[in-house]
């Protein structure tokens, strides 16, 4: 994640679709004013468009007045934490908080019913959910909606009511780590799943993954070393397996060097670490 995403709080739709993808999100249209997916394959479809075409991007996603969806589990997972019909979603994150099971956060966003999205690094886990505590951990296989998309909804009055979803924190994607849901589950009582995974392919095309990363290195100026070994990671977890491959990641390393700072040499004994495990 980056600060950044804050500023997609103020664009339109078609501009915060863009901005996205140039931050090496996977993304995909949701239905106007909801929250379905408006794609033959729902999240599956996501894609991160090169450069040239997010012109193109922005205004067909302005014309169709899309909302954003952004699929979890390959980039970042994300805790929902839910309030709507008195829900103790809040008082469950407050229990998570205390335990310190919160702190690899990245990023917050604020849902249309006064909920909030907790966005994490990726781990490679399956989704869960826990009802009673008013908590869905969002990860391989799903997705959320994202700002500034809007939902629309009747109120008991038969007024329309329309909110949106807003990010109100954000920080280097590099600075977080994964959440333990496992560990969640435990402190708020329910029973602990039985499996690790790891991450599963998304489907998207490895060099477009790999694009996708190296723009998302670029804005990690502070975390260049962990990033870049992260991010080759999710690389190769998404089906890269040669240092051809990956290349791009250590040239957009290099951009963030200075002259004599870090040598090309230094970065290809991380990607290779990461190729290694």
Same mark, same amino acid.
């Given at each position: ?7 997609? =709080? ?7 679709? +863009? ?37 193109? %991007? ?8 899309? &909302? ?14 839910? %309030? ?18 919160? =702190? ?17 690094? +990726? ?6 959910? #826990? ?18 998309s809007d939902v629309l909804d009747i ?13 109100? $924190? ?8 994964? #959440? ?11 029973? *602990? ?15 477009? *993954? ?5 723009? $998302? ?5 502070? &975390? ?23 290349k791009p990641l250590v040239a957009a390393?290099? *951009? ?11 970065? $290809?004994?991380?990607?290779?670490? +990461?190729?290694?495990?």
């Amino acid at each position: 994640m980056t600060p950044d995403l804050l500023a997609t =709080n103020d664009m339109t739709v078609g501009e915060a679709a +863009a901005q996205y993808m140039r931050l090496g999100f996977p993304v995909f249209a949701v239905k106007p004013g909801g929250k379905q997916p408006d794609t033959p394959h729902g999240f599956k479809d996501a894609i991160v468009a090169p450069e040239q075409k997010l012109p193109g %991007v922005a205004l067909l996603w302005d014309r169709a007045s899309w &909302n954003i969806g952004l699929p979890t589990g390959s980039v970042f997972d994300v805790l929902d934490v839910d %309030v709507k019909d008195g829900k103790p979603g809040r008082f469950s994150l407050r229990k998570l908080e205390k335990e310190g099971l919160l =702190n690899g956060a990245v990023a917050h966003a604020e849902t249309p019913s006064g909920g909030l999205h907790l966005f994490f690094p +990726a781990s490679g886990a399956r989704g869960g959910s #826990i009802p009673s505590a008013g908590l869905d951990f969002k990860a391989l296989g799903g997705y959320v909606v994202a700002a500034p998309s809007d939902v629309l909804d009747i109120t008991d009055s038969g007024a329309l009511d329309v909110s949106r979803y807003r990010w109100t $924190w954000a920080r280097g994607l590099g600075e977080g780590h994964p #959440i333990d849901w496992d560990a969640c589950r435990q402190t708020l009582g329910a029973p *602990t799943s039985d499996r690790t995974y790891r991450a599963a392919p998304s489907g998207l095309p490895v060099e477009d *993954t790999v694009a996708g990363l190296s723009r $998302w290195l670029v804005s990690q100026p502070n &975390n260049r070393n962990s990033a870049l070994f992260w991010a080759a990671k999710r690389a190769v977890e998404e089906g890269a397996c040669t240092e051809d491959q990956l290349k791009p990641l250590v040239a957009a390393s290099l *951009t963030l060097s200075t002259p004599g700072e870090t040598r090309e040499e230094e970065l $290809w004994k991380t990607v290779r670490s +990461a190729l290694r495990h």
